[in-house]
């Protein structure tokens, strides 16, 4: 190896760096104007996001483990919830006995997507929306659980975008 070949190398690394130090000093100068700029306007980029709760339908029963989904269920005043085909035969709570016939048997509450308004199966709808849960995470259509903070699928490889809709919500009647 002749000294022009090592000079050319060096030469080529620090171009490299030059280079990633200019592009992380223009990230790090446009994000401080954007957020300047939303101070002296008084106004932010972030806007309200939806969180999924867990709600009836992606819940187990509590007597055979199984997934609500859309089926009847029973609730009991305990607070456990079951499949009301699991709970008719019983007669009564598992868990603190109350009768069946105390128990509320009606459709489970289920979770409507905020920009198409279908209701959802699991957290990603079929409009391609994804709703995070509380914990941040959600599941990716492969089955693995992904963090909204690290939105690429470690088994599937998908990449999800993250974007704030704003949240409309009804007034209320001022009286």
């Given amino acids: 190896m002749d000294f022009g070949d ?30 300047l700029q939303d101070k002296i306007t008084g106004k ?23 997934k609500i989904d859309e089926d009847p269920i029973a609730k009991c005043s305990c607070g456990r919830v079951f499949h009301d085909a699991c709970a008719r035969p019983t007669g009564s709570c598992p868990y603190c006995g109350a009768s069946y016939e105390k128990m509320e048997v009606r459709e489970p509450e289920r979770f409507r997507c905020p920009r198409c308004g279908k209701f959802l199966k699991g957290n990603i709808c079929s409009c391609g929306a994804v709703i995070p849960r509380k914990d941040e995470t959600f599941v990716c ?14 088994k599937c490889g998908a990449v999800y975008e993250m974007a704030f809709m704003p949240v409309l919500r009804e007034k209320e009647d001022e009286e």
């Fill in 6 to 35: 090592t000079a050319f190398r060096l030469g080529i690394i620090i171009v490299l760096v030059v280079v990633i130090a200019m592009v992380v000093l223009l990230q790090g100068y446009m994000g401080a104007k954007y957020n």
């Fill in 141 to 154: 259509r492969c089955g693995n659980t992904v963090d909204v903070n690290k939105p690429v699928c470690k």
């Fill in 44 to 66: 932010s980029r972030k806007k309200s996001t939806i969180f999924l709760d867990e709600t009836e339908s992606d819940k187990k029963c509590e007597i055979c483990y199984g």
